[in-house]
């Protein structure tokens, strides 16, 4: 619990707009080698507080339908792919070419999503700078995985990139 209210409370103190995927969790519990994990992580009391935070703090909480794809997607050209395996951790595009972490492809698909869904004057007259950066979360510190070519690492944290828009 207390975990979960550092981490909450830092993505509303530094996010004004957060995005949420809705997940078919009961159906990914159904796969016995996530399942622990998944009922370990409290996605469900993570985006309660993300949610009643936000509110607090005047921000605003967007959930993307369970169907949006944002993994499968490139963040650069949009072509879907047709399969993803969860063993696929670089997200590799046949069309244009981009290589780049699978969470890192879908946050960006995500933040793109999420100004499509805010559109306000800003950002209807063109205004690059209303979208604001994406920024890379870092992955956890300690023994696990560790990235590969092409892939985020910690040193990472606080990239901006811009999506959606030609450099």
Known sequence: QHVLHQVTSRLVKTHDRLVLEHLNV??????????????????????????YKQAWAGGQVLVADRWFASSKTC????????????RER?????GCGLVIDRDLNAAANLAAWATR???GPAQAAGDRQADGPVTNAHRRDGPGPRT????TSPNDVGT????????
């Open 26 to 51: 009961a159906g990914m519990l159904t796969n016995h080698h996530l399942a622990r994990a998944i009922s370990d992580a409290a996605w469900a009391e993570l985006a309660r507080q993300i949610t």
């Open 75 to 86: 963040s650069a050209c949009g072509q879907r792919k047709q399969s993803l395996s969860l």
């Open 90 to 94: 670089t997200y590799r595009c046949t």
């Open 117 to 119: 869904h805010t559109r």
């Open 148 to 151: 590969r070519a092409g892939e």
């Open 160 to 167: 901006e990139t811009q999506t959606g828009h030609p450099a």
